[in-house]
């Protein structure tokens, strides 16, 4: 260790001077704090030993002068006098040892000796800290880096988790949204690729804080569309009650997305919507070497396939969320009614399926859904 020691007894503070020398002690040796402080300059020093008593500036003066500097030195005090005052002073510091005169060199050496363990302890705590601290911080640029690709619940159950996600989830019951642009095809065909983009980015960044808000969990991007799942708020909001009132704020913003779009002249944009209510489980899919987080169900299924069947500006409900919704329909903000549709045939159920439109805010019910699979729509 580098030593710090102030003593104005010449011959103690030869003797002392020595003796930590032959511990294999660096040694700066002085018989005041002013000198003390003049040899020291700008080196660091892991203990300071100091009488209390100095000409000119004393040794609680001067240990504090030195922890401005180096903060992490160990003080040790030495005086044939007490008080009081001086405790309280020491403590305040910190002070490893207080040594009284007249004191043997086995005292000495014992303090010494503490002063290592604390100066031992006191860097690996500080070394474990500021570890601790890297690592935090890396942990959060980890979550915030992850959470531009999947949103930060995921992130946070992926990172919780001591393992990877179970390839199959525990099954829940949740509202899945999907939301897509209508004619997006067409409009690939004709914009160039960084128009493209910015329609993309701009549509992006008005869904993505309505689901948010609204206590929804996005799934995934899905190039034109999007995917998010409610499942229900802590304070017993149904998980329909989030996903229609999302649905409808969507719609509503999409006149937002209208004018945004015509700032940068690109051609006008319309969505529609698919809401459905049932069982889901959130799992990993995929190879050992790409796998996705995502929620896997019929519910899942039919949110899409009534998400295809919506016209543009339309909200398409499954049977399932309006009977959810039926006792909850005034803690839905701006929806005006639900109207039931046509049974719909959907390719791949063997029955058909029973769906409302849900009119809202600007935007009445029209009592009807796009019959043209979506594959033959440009959408």
Known sequence: MKILLVEDERSMLFTLTNLLKQRGHEVIAATSAEKGLNDLGEQQVDLVISDLRLPGMDG????????????????????????????????????????????????????????????????????YLSQLQENLIDEERKRTILSRFVSRPVVESILSEAREPAPSGKTQKVSVLFVDISGFTGLAETLDQESLVMLLNTFYSTVEPVVRQNGGLLDKFMGDGIMAVFSGSTDGQKSSVQAVSAAIQIQLQADKLQSQMQRFSLPPVTLHLGVSTGRAAACSIGSEEFANYTYIGDAVNLAKQLQELARPGQIVASAATVKELSEELQNVPGLQGLHQLPPLEIKGRREEVAAYEVSYDGKAGSAGVCSTPRSQRGS
């Open 60 to 127: 609680i003066g001067l240990i504090k002068k030195v922890k401005e500097k180096c903060e992490d030195a160990v003080p040790i005090i030495i005086s044939a006098y007490g008080s009081f005052d001086n405790a309280i002073d020491a403590l305040k510091l910190n002070v490893c040892d207080f040594l009284r005169k007249p004191f043997d060199l086995v005292r000495f050496e014992e303090a010494i000796a503490k002063a290592e363990r604390r100066r031992s302890e006191l860097i690996t705590s500080k070394s």
